[in-house]
T-cell receptor
Framework: GAGVSQTPSNKVTEKGKYVELRCDPISGHTALYWYRQSLGQGPEFLIYFQGTGAADDSGLPNDRFFAVRPEGSVSTLKIQRTERGDSAVYLC????????????FGDGTRLSIL | AQKITQTQPGMFVQEKEAVTLDCTYDTSDQSYGLFWYKQPSSGEMIFLIYQGSYDEQNATEGRYSLNFQKARKSANLVISASQLGDSAMYFCAMREGAGFQKLVFGTGTRLLVSP
């Protein structure tokens, strides 16, 4: 079946602009996670949804970052007033109700802020 | 303190040999899960193997096995019969608690398999 789908795969924008990154999880996966991976580092947690609600948003770095999942499926990560330090690969993952099953990752969105 | 420590920034192995990638973790939870992911240069994160804290047997998945030493808080990945396609970054990650939780990743080990 289809894996986690993220769009766009690449996004280049200017400092100060607003961006939206989309994640379409595996069908039937109730949990959805956003991570950010900077060059040479492991992924860092941003936010986690269980259904439509954000169960843990402790990793969002500041109030410029916001994420939604209005119907419990597709999620959008929104970044306002982008800064050069926001440049990274943004990874989305989803998982099934079985907690012993792994999180399945999308290919990520490479965000570059000029 | 780091939750996940991977002390080997890079490892080299010859094709067909076995290699061990180290991972130590820090948690006070009794229930947790340990995961290994592979990230080739193309960027996707590929799940390799999972070990639950209550699992008594070491996990195995094909050529991958996990050397789980709970008292030492280590969860080393063993790759047997290395192949050229195994060249990639390898990340150890931990999920703390019993429910759906975030993963905390280490900094990764870059493995290079030579012919």
């Amino acid at each position: 079946g289809a894996g986690v789908s993220q769009t766009p795969s690449n996004k280049v924008t200017e400092k100060g602009k607003y961006v939206e990154l989309r994640c379409d999880p595996i069908s039937g996966h109730t949990a959805l996670y956003w991570y950010r991976q900077s060059l040479g580092q492991g992924p860092e947690f941003l936010i986690y949804f269980q259904g439509t609600g954000a169960a843990d948003d402790s990793g969002l770095p500041n109030d410029r970052f916001f994420a939604v999942r209005p119907e419990g499926s597709v999620s959008t990560l929104k970044i306002q007033r982008t800064e050069r330090g926001d440049s990274a690969v943004y990874l989305c993952a989803s998982s099934s109700p079985d907690i012993t099953e792994p999180q399945h990752f999308g290919d990520g969105t490479r965000l570059s802020i000029l | 303190a780091q939750k996940i420590t991977q002390t080997q920034p890079g490892m080299f192995v010859q094709e067909k040999e076995a290699v061990t990638l180290d991972c130590t973790y820090d948690t006070s939870d009794q229930s947790y899960g340990l995961f290994w992911y592979k990230q080739p240069s193309s960027g996707e994160m590929i799940f390799l193997i999972y070990q639950g804290s209550y699992d008594e047997q070491n996990a195995t998945e094909g050529r991958y096995s996990l050397n789980f030493q709970k008292a030492r808080k280590s969860a080393n990945l063993v790759i047997s019969a290395s192949q050229l396609g195994d060249s990639a970054m390898y990340f150890c990650a931990m999920r703390e608690g019993a429910g759906f939780q975030k993963l905390v990743f280490g900094t990764g080990t870059r493995l290079l398999v030579s012919p």
